[in-house]
């Protein structure tokens, strides 16, 4: 990496002075005067591991970071504690938990526009890979609005059907990505290569929350049947007395 020649010659200077100001050079050298020396010498040398640190290597490439990414352990897992009395409870964790999935969707659809405007990469963005990231994202959206409805044990199985082709089309995603990366390497691999393991997260995070809406519907349906049969016979009930 080349350096600019002032932040060196700002250290050489107050080398300079704080050895003059050590050896007495001059004459008249006061604790001051070599103090001051030596806070300009490390003021120097501040300026100039700033100056390191704040442009990279010419070589190195700056990859797509994911440190906003919403971390969700076991989406939906408040599940498993409810009981289909809870419909309201139970629609509310799961709409939380699914925005934190379309939130990472959509961080992983901004990173992608972003590293297609590079000019290695900018081929992609008329290929498949972009347009099903969109649509995914869009149909993520789609079953999050469908939880502002008035729950019921009908909006819950539409979102578990929704479910099974999210994590299809993300498994697309992951393996467009997957191919991407390992048939262009070099460059191309490094910068794809965050968005595979996001695209492999948010599959992951999908299939946990399939498998606690599925523990939850099962519920559901179970009491479905002896609701009905109760109100079959209250109805009859009537209709004897009637």
């Known amino acids: 990496m080349r350096i600019h ?3 060196i010659l700002t250290v050489a200077c107050s080398l300079g002075a704080l050895l003059s100001a050590g050896l007495g050079i001059g004459g008249g050298v006061t604790p001051w005067v070599f103090g001051i020396a030596a806070a300009a010498c490390l003021v ?3 300026i100039l591991v700033l100056y390191t640190s704040f442009f990279p290597e010419g070589g190195k490439i700056p990859i797509e970071d994911f440190t906003i990414w919403a971390d969700i352990e076991d989406p939906a897992r408040e599940l498993r504690k409810l009981g289909p009395s809870e419909l309201t409870m139970a629609a509310r964790v799961l709409k939380v938990d699914l ?3 379309l939130s990472n969707a959509g961080l992983l659809n ?3 526009s972003m590293l297609m405007s590079k000019p290695e990469l900018r081929d992609l963005a008329k290929s498949n890979l972009s347009i099903r990231v969109n649509e995914f994202v869009k149909e993520l959206k ?3 609005g469908k939880l502002s409805n008035t729950p019921s044990t009908a909006i819950f199985q539409e979102v578990l059907a929704s479910l099974e082709k999210h994590i299809s089309d993300g498994e697309l995603i992951f393996s467009d990505l997957n191919e991407i990366q390992h048939k262009r390497g070099g460059v191309v691999e490094t910068y794809l290569t965050p968005l595979t393991r996001a695209s492999e997260r948010l599959i992951k995070s999908l299939r946990e929350l399939k498998s606690n809406i599925e ?3 099962r519920v559901l349906l179970i009491t479905s049947p002896s ?4 109100q079959s016979t209250e109805a ?4 004897t007395i009637t």
């Open 99 to 101: 925005s934190s999935i």
């Open 227 to 230: 609701q009905s049969e109760g």
């Open 5 to 7: 020649p002032l932040p």
């Open 215 to 217: 523990g939850y519907v």
């Open 110 to 112: 901004s990173r992608l």
């Open 236 to 239: 009859s009930s009537n209709l």
């Open 142 to 144: 789609t079953t999050v």
């Open 44 to 46: 120097a040398f501040s």
